[in-house]
C-alpha cells in the first residue's frame, strides 16, 4: 500500500576543485547529512561540478576563434570564442539562426544548443565557461566504482545537464552520463492491466530521474549538486550508455 | 541538511467508471493507505483514469472513416477509425510517414504521435481506445476543487500523458493540464551560485514532475495512477495553463 520513493538532496558538498573526487565528495556529505547509500540507491550527479572536477573549464581570454567561428559568430550574434568552443565540442552543426541559436551534434551525439557550454555557477567571471564532461558514462562509472570502494555498495550512477527542447517551453534535466543502470524500462511484449501487449513503449527513465533530480537541484542558488533517489525500480545494466538515448540521425522525423 | 521530495503512489484506485468522481477517489485512496494531503502537496494523475471518468473512451467499431482518413490509412499503414478519430482530435497534421507515424497538433494544442489516441490500459478489446480530455486544464482544476472540498487542503494537480520526443529515444511523461501550479520555474534575472545572472534559463517544472511522477506510475501493470509529491517548492499559480507548454509553432526551430 502507497509505494514510495524519496528524493534526497545532499546540501554540504563544497565548492569542486579540479581534480577533485567526487565520489568521495558525496559518501563523506552523505555521513554529514545523515544520509545512508544503500545498494540499488542511484546517485544523480550534475554534470557542472563533474566537469570542475575533470577540468573542463575554460576561460575565453585563451580562445582564438577560427575563421568559421568568427563568420558563425557574426550571423548568430554570439561571442566568437565561445563560437569556436562550441565547434571544437561538436560532430556537426544541425540548426543556426540569426537569433542567436546554435544547435549542434555534440562529440557525445547530444542534440543541443551550444554543445552545453555554460558560463552559469563557475566562480570567476562570465569569460569562465563549462564544457560537458569528454566522455560522461565514465566519469559515472568512475564515481560509481568510487562509491563501491567506499561504502561496499552497489548503486547506479546518472550525470545530467538541463537542456531546451523542440516543440516545447521550458527546459529540463536530461541523463548524459550512466553507468549501471539501463536507460529505459522497456514495456514491448509486456501486458497492461488488460492483457493487452504493449507494441511501442519504452520509457526513457534515465531522462525520468534526472528530471526528478531537477526538482531539488535547481539552477540557482539552492546549492544541491547530488541527488540521491531511493526507493526506485530500474534494470541493472553494466554495458549502458546515455548515448542510447540519443536518437541516430535516420530516424529523425523533425530536422 | 539534506532536503527530502517524496513521491507516493496510491495502490488502491478502483477501476474507474464513466461519472466517477476522481478528487473523491484519491480522498478515499489516501485514507485507505494511511497518506495525508497537506496543503502545498502535488497531486499528479495519469490521464487515463481522467479520460474513463469524463466518458473520452472510443469503440473504433462506431466510427466511420471519412475520405482524408481513408486516405491517411492508406499512406500510413493505420486503421482507418483510429485515423478519423486522430483527425478529429486534431487541429492540424504537423508530419506523417509511411512508417506508421502520424504527428499531429491536437486541439490541445499538444504536438504529438496519434492525437495521444491509446489503446493501453483500457478494459475490453484493443478497439477501445481513450482519447486525451478534452479540457485536461478544466478536469486538472475540478479534482483540485473537490480535494479542497473534502479535506480543506490546497494542493496542485498535474494531469499526465506519455509522449516520444523529437530527436531523442525512449518516451517521457509530460503535464497535460495543471491547476493551482505555475507550468514553470524561471530563474530568468536571478543570481546564480557566483552572483552570474540567469538569462534566458525557465525550467519546466511541471513536465518535471510529470517524468518524477512515471518513476511509480510505469505503463503496464503497476495500477498506480495517482502520485502524491511532498516537499516539492513550486509557485502557485490560479491562472497558469498547461497550453503555455506548447511552444507557438513561430518559435519552431525543428519542423
Given at each position: 500500500m502507497a509505494k514510495k520513493i524519496e528524493l534526497i538532496g545532499l546540501e554540504t558538498i563544497p565548492e569542486v576543485k579540479k581534480g577533485d573526487d567526487i565520489g568521495e565528495l558525496i559518501v563523506k556529505a552523505c555521513r554529514r547529512e545523515n544520509v545512508s547509500i544503500e545498494n540499488g540507491d542511484i546517485i544523480i550527479v550534475t554534470h557542472k561540478i563533474v566537469s570542475k572536477a575533470e577540468g573542463r573549464i575554460v576561460n575565453l581570454n585563451n580562445i582564438t576563434p577560427s575563421k568559421r567561428a568568427l563568420e558563425i559568430a557574426k550571423y548568430t550574434g554570439k561571442d566568437p570564442r565561445l563560437v569556436e568552443l562550441i565547434l571544437k565540442e561538436s560532430d556537426k552543426i544541425v540548426k543556426l539562426s540569426k537569433e542567436g541559436h546554435i544547435i549542434v551534434k555534440t562529440i557525445h551525439g547530444i542534440v543541443c544548443a551550444n554543445a552545453g557550454v555554460d558560463s552559469s555557477n563557475i566562480a570567476g567571471t562570465e569569460e569562465i565557461v563549462a564544457l560537458i564532461p569528454k566522455d560522461p558514462d565514465f566519469s559515472a562509472r568512475k564515481i560509481r566504482l568510487r562509491i563501491k570502494e567506499l561504502t561496499g555498495k552497489d548503486v547506479a550512477?546518472?550525470?545530467?545537464?538541463?537542456?531546451?527542447?523542440?516543440?516545447?517551453?521550458?527546459?529540463?534535466?536530461?541523463?548524459?552520463?550512466?553507468?549501471?543502470?539501463?536507460?529505459?524500462?522497456?514495456?514491448?511484449?509486456?501486458?497492461d492491466l488488460y492483457g493487452y501487449t504493449f507494441r511501442v513503449t519504452v520509457i526513457a527513465v534515465a531522462d525520468e530521474l534526472a528530471s526528478a533530480a531537477e526538482l531539488l537541484m535547481g539552477q540557482g542558488k539552492e546549492k544541491i549538486p547530488i541527488v540521491i533517489v531511493k526507493g526506485c525500480y530500474y534494470k541493472r545494466d553494466e554495458k549502458a550508455s546515455a548515448k542510447e538515448l540519443n536518437m541516430p540521425e535516420e530516424k529523425w522525423l523533425f530536422k
Open positions: 550512477v546518472i550525470i545530467t545537464d538541463t537542456y531546451g527542447r523542440p516543440l516545447r517551453e521550458g527546459m529540463i534535466n536530461m541523463a548524459i552520463g550512466i553507468s549501471g543502470i539501463s536507460p529505459f524500462r522497456d514495456y514491448r511484449g509486456k501486458p
